[in-house]
């Protein structure tokens, strides 16, 4: 048998959507379940009775080929047999990059779709493979072919800065990030980030805005990771700035991130944008109180108390960096006690850190804290150790955190 | 001879025991159920050369650890008794190799240095719950040899007050005098806190107050106590010293038998040769099956069962049944199965069946298929009456040896037959080595492993044993480094991954750490999470303790993260890890203070790890002394902030950086803040980037 006719027709479609570089309309059709390959898979069953006819192997050229094993995937979809689908989903896309080498701009937008398929596949591949067995690792599988994706785009040379599939890179580049997070893998986002810096692109605001955000969100959250918080910071704040205004959850999770940042340089949230994000408020609000009022014991238990979430999003460390911001307020209270004396012997201190839940703080201890103080510039002043009294200066001895200058991160 | 082959021929013989019944002894026993163990397992070892090899080398083993020439050579003596036996060895070279071996093993290492080991093993394993895991994890390499229990799940617990542990209170005590010997002079916490340490901590490192003046004194204790964590043999050594004068001149070919032996009985015998029951059971040797029937715990369907067995057996072999049924019986006392067991079903011990079994042997077929050793002249009487009789005694002669070997094998623990469990994802293209000798230096492969020169988990053991040896004797860690290196490329081309190499890795990682190699320790650091994520037994919480100080070294920030995030409660809780966190907390807060009280107080070789990055914050510390004090200060007070052990060392760290002390009397020493402030900000240069020595990513 020839084989469909209408199969037939479909494959000249998108051979007509190749010569011709449409790009809307191939982005249209590649998807799973785009409502043109349901449409085909339907009059193909009409005519036949069964999809058999995608099963014929002809030799076709490798478009075509990569056509039917879209339309076998699509037909495996239907069916629920995930695996069988992404086996063909994952075919299909190495085909289509081979392809994809020799085309320009226009066909990213179709990389985009599938890569998403091939991702969406390769998870519903394994949900039903670890029904039967532990063998489920076809998304890892499927972050390498995407990666390759990734790559072929970002190691485009066409001369013509227009015509690049250099243009697709971050938004390849964020769906590695979606993956790369799912394994925990912060290893590869950094070297993909290296990869992307020492490549020559267009600059990161020429692209999409939403690739934009999505980008400086990932690489905001890992330079956080990293504790380098001045990078993170200038990051998710764009990130927070150009966000989609009705993106609630992002906002919500660009601010979680964001907060103790702030919070570090002595800026705390404002109670109106508490209000709007319970979340945030949920974590930060008791926090945020006690460092207001210097309560040392407070901000240790909810420290404590949020600690698995804060830790299981990597917010912890960041957030107990704010307990210095806590020290420095009690130190205050101390020193405001003591009537703005600029002498004030380490045992007023001692006695200030026994009144918040420190009671076995020992001198040499409270020296150290203060000298950690004076050090990073939240008190201004010199420790006399033969004296065992501290000196604050007489003007401005607790500058306002918000005027230093230095980097929070210690 | 191809390693492929060796291997392939002796895991076939090993399935071959595990089927519970060879055809031609179903021929002869007339259908009976159970194969009559002592017959089925001769042949099988008299056909397969291969599996000789391999008991072969469990006999030269048994000597080494028997620790006498003279049983040795009774051994070798015994060998040319059995004609066949002796014939079939014949054409096996590295049987001499091995006899050799121990021979100039015992001479080079004395008696002396023997006990000098057990008591640092003595010490170790007087500690608690990680100690006992660590036999445990020994006795498991082990165990999983045997085929009865071939999982890890499986492995025997030791018993907590094995007597080996504690009896020897002499021992112990000499060990806590030797050690707050040398605690006296580095502790300044006093020596009785590092005794009270030393029994109370899990791993039983010295736990005193480090220093660096001190620093090689504690080396070499921490080297002794942690090279012989896991070394189960030496712990053993005192009391199964009688146990092994006892052992009886047996065979190789017994030791194929016991297993089988173990094999047919289907977990009847499992438990015996386990654990620290066996000793007892030695001791005394058949006290009585008799007495024992009218124990009052015993079920009358048992006592039954003894009565019948002893009927249906002959005399000749009686004491083989006695042996039996107290196997079986011990067995099941131990697995609380005394009750459950239905006695009346049960099949009678193989003993009784030793009659009927002898006809086996008068299937000629059979026979000249299977026994090449065996001369032709001496084939024509085979059945006659004498030789009979003959094959009779020799066969009960050996069935008591193998027990005793096999018991003695639970403990003396060197693996028989390379074993499925101990290579991870078995397939055709895993090699096995056929390499005999124990040192190998190190070569990056650039091509295919060649199995004869790559060593066989055996001899692994074995070289793992020199190691550890040559280690305390030389202390040459450039020798030690390269052997380790190959022992783990061994490892690796074979795929072995078994508690074996876990402790091949962490033993490689803890000198490493000793001698300052931090490249070598960090790539046995990544294997080992590898291995421990895989389910692998070892001294998981202390090694992630070293990596959480080992992430602080390198600064990366980012990977403290995702370790802190995948920690579990629980892991968080354990003495080193909370150590290790508190010291990252430490660092965080800027607390120095904390810090260094923290440095001194290192648990495990926690030490090791903080002093590559100690100077580091002492720089950074002084840089904040020298920032919040003024005008000046004490050089007694920097000694003490910055946990130098005196102010010698602490002048010396201030004047490496050019820092000038002001003048004054030679009690005080002080030092001008101020002034200092630029030294101490320059020194700090230095640390900026850190020297990652062998990182892989």
């Given at each position: 048998m020839a084989g469909s006719t209408r199969l037939v027709k479909a494959l000249y479609k998108f051979k007509m959507l190749k010569t011709t570089k449409n790009p809307e309309e191939l982005a249209q059709i590649?998807?799973?379940?785009s409502v043109y390959t349901v449409k085909v898979l339907d009059d193909i069953w009409k005519e036949d009775?069964?999809?058999?006819v995608l099963l014929e192997e002809k030799k076709r050229s490798l478009w075509d080929e990569m056509a039917i094993l879209h339309f076998r995937a699509s037909a495996a979809y239907r069916q629920s047999q995930f695996i069988t689908a992404y086996r063909h989903q994952l075919d299909m896309y190495n085909a289509f990059l081979r392809e994809f080498q020799n085309m320009?701009?226009?066909?990213v937008y179709a990389l985009f779709a599938i890569s998403k398929d091939l991702y969406d596949l390769a998870r519903r591949a394994d949900t039903q493979q670890s029904m039967v067995?532990?063998?489920?690792n076809k998304v890892e599988e499927a972050t390498r072919a995407i990666n390759q994706g990734f790559s072929a785009c970002m190691t485009d040379?066409?001369?013509?800065l227009s015509k690049s599939?250099?243009?697709g890179t971050y938004h390849m580049a964020n769906i590695l990030f979606g993956l790369y997070l799912q394994f925990k893998a912060y290893n590869l986002c950094n070297s993909m980030i290296r990869a992307i810096k020492a490549s020559e692109l267009p600059?990161?605001?020429?692209?999409?805005m939403s690739d934009q955000v999505t980008f400086r969100f990932h690489r905001g959250t890992l330079a956080f990771r990293s504790e380098k918080y001045s990078i993170a910071k200038e990051d998710l704040l764009f990130a927070l700035e150009h966000?989609?205004?009705?993106?609630y959850k992002n906002k919500t999770r660009i601010l979680m991130h964001l907060t103790p940042i702030m919070m570090m340089e002595g800026k705390m949230p404002h109670s109106r944008l508490l209000r709007r994000y319970p979340r945030v408020r949920s974590i930060y609000g008791p926090l945020v109180k006690a460092v207001k009022s210097g309560d040392l014991q407070t901000f240790d238990k909810q420290l404590r108390a949020v600690e698995q979430q804060l830790v299981s999003l990597g917010l912890y460390m960041a957030t107990e960096y704010v307990r210095k911001l806590v020290i420095r307020q009690l130190l205050y209270k101390v020193f405001l006690i003591e009537g703005r004396a600029s002498r004030v012997p380490f045992s007023k201190f001692q006695a200030g850190f026994a009144v918040a839940g420190?009671?076995?703080?020992e001198i040499a201890e409270v020296e150290c804290i203060l000298a950690d103080m004076i050090f990073s510039g939240y008190v201004k002043g010199y420790l006399a150790h033969d004296h065992g009294l501290a000196v604050l200066s007489k003007q401005m001895p607790f500058p306002r955190i918000s005027t230093l200058h230095n980097n929070p991160s210690p | 001879m191809n390693s492929g082959d060796n291997y392939g021929t002796s895991t076939n013989w090993w399935d071959q025991t595990q089927q519970p019944q060879p055809p031609h002894s179903v021929n002869s026993t007339g259908g009976?159920?159970?194969?009559?163990a002592s017959m089925s397992n001769t042949v099988a070892s008299s056909t397969n050369s291969n599996a000789q090899d391999w008991a072969q080398y469990y006999q030269s083993l048994e000597a080494y650890h028997s620790q006498s020439k003279h049983l040795h050579q009774q051994n070798q003596q015994n060998q040319q008794v059995y004609g066949y036996t002796s014939n079939s060895y014949?054409?096996?070279?590295?049987s001499e190799d091995y006899s050799t071996y121990s021979q100039w093993y015992y001479q080079d290492y004395p008696q002396q240095k023997q006990q000098q080991q057990q008591q640092a093993s003595v010490i170790y394993s007087n500690a608690t719950p990680d100690t006992s895991t660590q036999t445990n994890v020994s006795a498991a390499v082990y165990s999983s040899q045997q085929p009865s229990s071939?999982?890890?799940?499986?492995y025997p617990q030791r018993n907590?007050?094995?007597?080996q542990f504690y009896n020897n209170s002499a021992l112990i005590n000499k060990q806590e005098q030797a050690s707050s010997n040398s605690a006296h002079h580095l502790s300044q916490n006093g020596p009785d806190t590092s005794v009270h340490h030393l029994s109370?901590?899990?791993?039983?490192?010295?736990?005193?107050?480090?220093s660096t003046s001190a620093t090689r004194g504690v080396t070499k204790g921490v080297s002794n106590m942690s090279l012989y964590s896991g070394n189960a043999a030496y712990t053993d050594a005192p009391w199964r010293q009688p146990a092994t004068e006892q052992?009886?001149?047996?065979?190789?070919?017994k030791i194929a038998k016991q297993k089988k032996n173990k094999n047919g009985e289907a977990g009847g015998?499992?438990?015996?040769?386990?654990?620290?029951e066996v000793p007892t059971t030695q001791q005394h040797p058949l006290d009585g099956i008799n007495t024992d029937v009218?124990?009052?715990?015993?079920p009358n369907s048992l006592k039954m069962f003894v009565e019948r067995s002893f009927a249906a057996c002959s005399i000749h072999a009686r004491s083989k049944l006695e042996t039996q049924l107290k196997q079986i019986i011990s067995s099941a006392s131990n697995n609380k199965k005394l009750h459950t067991i239905d006695w009346d079903d049960r099949p009678l011990p193989k003993a009784c069946d030793l009659i009927p079994k002898n006809?086996?042997?008068?299937?000629p077929a059979k026979r000249s298929s299977g026994?090449?050793?065996?001369?032709g002249s001496s084939f024509?009487?085979?059945?006659s009456e004498e030789r009979k009789e003959r094959r009779l005694r020799r066969f009960q002669q050996e069935a008591e040896a193998a027990k005793k070997a096999a018991s003695d094998n639970a403990l003396a623990?060197?693996?028989?037959v390379p074993n499925?469990?101990?290579?991870?994802?078995?397939?055709?293209?895993t090699i096995v080595g056929t390499c005999t000798k124990l040192e190998k230096s190190y070569l990056r492969l650039t091509s295919a492993p060649d199995p004869s020169q790559v060593r066989p988990l055996p001899i692994l053991h074995k070289t793992l044993d020199l190691l550890k040896k040559r280690w305390i004797e030389d202390n040459n860690y450039t020798y030690i480094c390269d052997q380790f290196k190959s022992l783990r490329q061994d490892l690796t081309v074979q795929r072995i991954t078994n508690s074996f190499t876990v402790e091949v890795y962490e033993l490689h990682a803890r000198i490493a750490l000793e001698t300052n190699d931090l490249g070598e320790y960090n790539q046995c650091q990544t294997q080992l999470k590898q291995l421990y994520s895989m389910?692998?037994?070892?001294?998981v919480m202390e090694f992630l303790a070293y990596r959480i100080l080992y992430f602080l070294y390198t600064q990366n920030k980012a990977d403290i993260n995702t370790a802190f995030a995948a920690m579990k409660p629980e892991e968080k809780q354990n003495a080193a890890v909370e150590h290790a966190l508190n010291v990252r907390a430490a660092i965080a807060t800027g607390n120095y203070h904390a810090f260094f009280k923290l440095y001194v107080n290192a648990?495990?070789?926690g030490g090791y790890l903080m002093d590559n990055f100690i100077d580091r914050e002492r720089c950074i510390a002084l840089q904040k002394l020298c920032k919040a004090y003024r005008p000046k200060l004490g050089v007694t007070f920097i000694a003490q902030e910055l946990g130098f052990d005196s102010i010698k060392v602490c002048l010396e760290f201030l004047t490496n950086l050019n820092i000038t002390l002001l003048?004054?009397?030679?009690q005080a020493h002080y030092v001008d803040m101020k002034a200092a402030y630029p030294h101490a900000v320059a020194a700090m240069k230095k640390y900026e980037k850190v020297d990652i020595k062998g990182q892989i990513y």
């Open positions: 590649v998807p799973i379940a009775g069964n999809w058999d320009s701009r226009w066909a067995d532990s063998q489920a040379r066409e001369p013509l599939r250099k243009w600059s990161l605001d020429r692209f999409p966000c989609h205004r009705d993106a420190f009671p076995q703080m | 009976n159920v159970l194969a009559p014949s054409n096996y070279p590295p071939s999982s890890f799940s499986s907590p007050s094995a007597p109370k901590d899990n791993i039983a490192f010295v736990n005193s107050r480090r052992a009886p001149l047996y065979t190789s070919v015998a499992k438990a015996t040769s386990k654990g620290v009218s124990s009052p715990e015993w006809n086996v042997f008068s299937l026994s090449a050793g065996l001369g024509d009487d085979f059945d623990s060197i693996p028989v499925k469990e101990d290579v991870f994802n078995w397939d055709a293209d389910g692998l037994p070892g001294h648990p495990n070789m003048e004054s009397s030679e």
